[in-house]
């Protein structure tokens, strides 16, 4: 192939390349902008420090704090939960069993299987457990139906995560006699931590936007729930029923909302990154 | 622990079991080549064809890759091999940020920006539409699973190591050459697998497509016409469940033949990647 | 301390029988409320005056559709679901006891920018024109709904949620819900959204939807479509009560608008509610509530209903 013709290709797809970052980049810029813009008018601070007052949802005072604090106790108790169930599954499958033993693949199967199931069968599911199990819409509920949500996505990342812990330093950790569980906990815990809490903000992220989940089972109130059995409100369900107001000013406070909630996300993101730097330090290249 | 590392398969079980006990109900009463090939849903009379719907979800799922996987891939090369570092680290929290939109929030963005588009393009093409088509969830899920497939396969990408590319670099072929022969080749399998997590991420995405796609249940024939995917039947649907007999199963049913959708693409993407993992090895 | 409570508080329910029409017992407990979007600003004003009243209970509502309210309240997740529809016999099956507590109506709508809007205005539509809109669909094009020769094409819009809106108007046109043709919505909102936006749109919402809360005029960008009842072709001035919510209104009440679409909208629980919180708030909106009903876009129902509401309620 002349030099020519190799250039020419080469300039072709930086050309294509540079379009496609800027379509993401653009597309990001816009919905951002969008929500910004629509949300400017409501935000102001009684929107994230009060909860909403008589007549809210027909323009009266108040704010979305019930939401909010929902939210929050809401998606944190769910990734506490996914955490929990996660951590020793990815722990399991790379230390106890070597990296590609049929019981592993079949772990990693179910998980991709379960990442893959649209978060409304996660909700129609957790209401029929719920009806089961005699439960109404309360906080306990979301949670478990947002950390079976959760979970595949979190086992699934500090799967790829302890991956990449070498097996020299688990050999080596074997040698010197600790036991599996030992060499688990204290080897390749420690050296995957950044990792892991990046895949648990991660998971924080997508339990805390998502809204099919939390639809039939969450419930909603105007206060915010101080026991798990009362029912929670949810940033993504509020925002859904400020837009099913009549009322523009209540359509442009779901904006706001929205904004919030995408901050809120974003700092998750930002801590993420910044602490996985940091901790960082501690792990052995 | 090692009942725990169970607990996923159990899962799957767990939720597999309770749909189909759910689902016996409109088994019972439809053949099941009524049930996946006809396009009358009709409840009131006893109708529960899904083809519309599984169509839909065809359809927009589809079409959504066709737009996203060839726009992620490029700027994932972009960002690993050719933009400056500057661009590489700005562009980076970006597009985590972008993950973190929530769907409600891409839906709302959708409503306001994108239907009006399509509605403004349609005729173009020879088509008069309202918006509210397969195209519009098409753009709207494909940009929310750029950053899915974008982020795996930059850490593909980082995979690969720097000896491979200078080595090639030494032997005279251009940036590009060496990201078409030595980049792409090593990641493949792990570009797969990106597209793969992207599909899933776009099968399984309910309210955004939910609120553009225009819910009307019969089978497109353009990208200009409605469609009403399976995750959207559920979810609009769900209060019918108490009112109309066999609408509870019918939906369960739906939410099953999902998960066994998902279930299939999983097996069959696992034996490509064993399969390119062994031709590369 | 909580036996004792309920104790009290049914001692001082069943004295409230023999109290005077305004003095209510206190009654601590929760209320919880789903269901359609119509009935969504009425229940959020109830629930706004009775806690004046009983701030001792708490009452939390959530919408999400007629469809949602009556799952929620068969399945006991909630006290009390909001339906904008009449019931099915198979929900009575499973337990459902409607309560009617108030009325409204579902009006057509089209976008205040259709270029047609002169003549839909002056004409009105019938009856049958609508059902070739949403039922055969074999009107595709506004010349032929309005009789001219113009090639536009109608763009039909629906709801795309299991909903009281969309039960009502199909009952207007002898159908159900699921034989309505059009875009599917989310939403009363969504629906009015979609009509606004675009031009060659038709579409239907609840009064207080179509209507601004405020003006009590048609929302900016829509437009109602008068009914043409006599079906002459024109909307002569016993037909035009479209101008004003209280226009509207006065002649639901007046039966003037026909039912359906107007209906009435019902509060649903899963057999005679027993907590007394609930049977109190029920009490509340089926007496003192309704002088609430027309400041908030709504029509009171009749004394006769309201009495067996009440019989309903105390099992007579």
Known sequence: MGFRRRKWEERVFRVLMAASTFIVLGSLLMILGTVVIKALPALNLDMITRTPQGGYYLGKAGGILNAILGSLYLASGATLLAVLLSLPIALYINTYSTRSTAWAVQVRFALDVLWGVPSIVYGAFGFIVMVLLGLRTSLLAGILTVALLELPIMARAMDEVIRLVPQSLADASASLGATRLETALRVVLRQ???????????????????AASVLFTAGFTDHVPTSLTQPAATLPLAIFFQLGTPIPEVRERAYASAAVLTLIILLVSLAARALSRKLRKHIIP | MRLLSALPGLLVGCILLGLLLKSRGVLAMQPLSRLLFSAAWKPLQGKFGLLAFLSGTLWVTLAAMILAVPISLLTAVYLSEFAPRFVRSLARPFIDLLAGIPSVVFG??????????????????????????????AIVLAIMIFPTIILVSLEV?????????????????????????????????????????????????????????????????????????????????????????????????????LLLIVFVFNFAARLILTRVERRIQ | MKKSAAFAAAVLFLTAWAAPQGAAPAVAGKISISGAWALYPMALKWAEEFHKIQPGIRIDVQAGGAGKGIADAL????????????????EIEKGAAALAVTKDGVVPT?????????????????????????????????????G????????????????????????????????LGGIGVYGDPGLADAARRDPLAVGYNNVNFAYDAKTLRPVEGLAVVPIDLDGNGMIGPAENFYATRDEITTAIAKN?????????????????????????????????????????????????KLTSGLDKLAGR
Request: with cysteine.
């Open chain 1, 192 to 210: 995957s931590l950044p990792g892991i809490l990046t895949a648990m903000l991660i998971a924080f992220g997508r339990g805390i936007g998502d």
């Open chain 2, 108 to 137: 709302v963005w959708g409503v306001l920006l994108i239907v009006p588009f399509v509605a403004r393009i349609a005729p173009l093409f020879g088509a008069s539409s309202s918006g509210y088509s397969v195209l519009a969830g």
């Open chain 2, 157 to 257: 990408f980082t995979a690969v190591s720097r000896d491979l590319r200078d080595a090639s670099l030494a032997l005279g072929a251009t940036r590009w050459e060496t990201v078409k022969h030595v980049v792409l080749r090593k990641g493949a399998q792990g570009l797969i697998a990106a597209v793969v997590l992207g599909f899933s991420r776009a099968f399984g995405e309910t309210m955004a497509v939910l609120m553009v796609v225009g819910n009307v249940a019969r089978l497109p024939h353009s990208l200009f016409d409605p469609a009403y995917p399976l995750p959207a039947l559920i979810a609009n649907n769900y209060g019918e469940m108490m009112s109309i007999p066999q609408t509870e199963s019918a939906l369960m049913f739906s939410a099953l033949v």
């Open chain 3, 75 to 90: 399945a006991g997740m909630v006290d009390i679901g909001m339906v904008s529809r009449d019931i099915q016999p198979a």
């Open chain 3, 110 to 146: 089209v976008s205040a920018a259709n270029p047609f809007l002169a003549m839909i205005l002056k004409k009105g539509l019938t009856k049958a024109q609508f059902a070739a809109l949403w039922i055969s669909e074999k009107a595709v094009t506004w010349g032929e709904i309005l």
């Open chain 3, 148 to 179: 001219t020769g113009d090639k536009a094409p109608v763009h039909v819009y629906t709801r795309s949620d299991a909903c009281g809106a969309a039960e009502t108007w199909a009952a207007f046109l002898g159908k159900h819900q699921e034989d």
């Open chain 3, 256 to 304: 003037l608008y026909p039912s359906p679409p107007a209906r009435d909208l019902y509060f649903v629980t899963k057999g005679r509610p027993a907590a007394p919180a609930v049977a109190a708030f029920l009490r509340w909106v089926l007496t003192e509530g309704q002088k609430f009903v027309i400041e908030t876009g709504y029509i009171m129902l009749g004394p006769d």
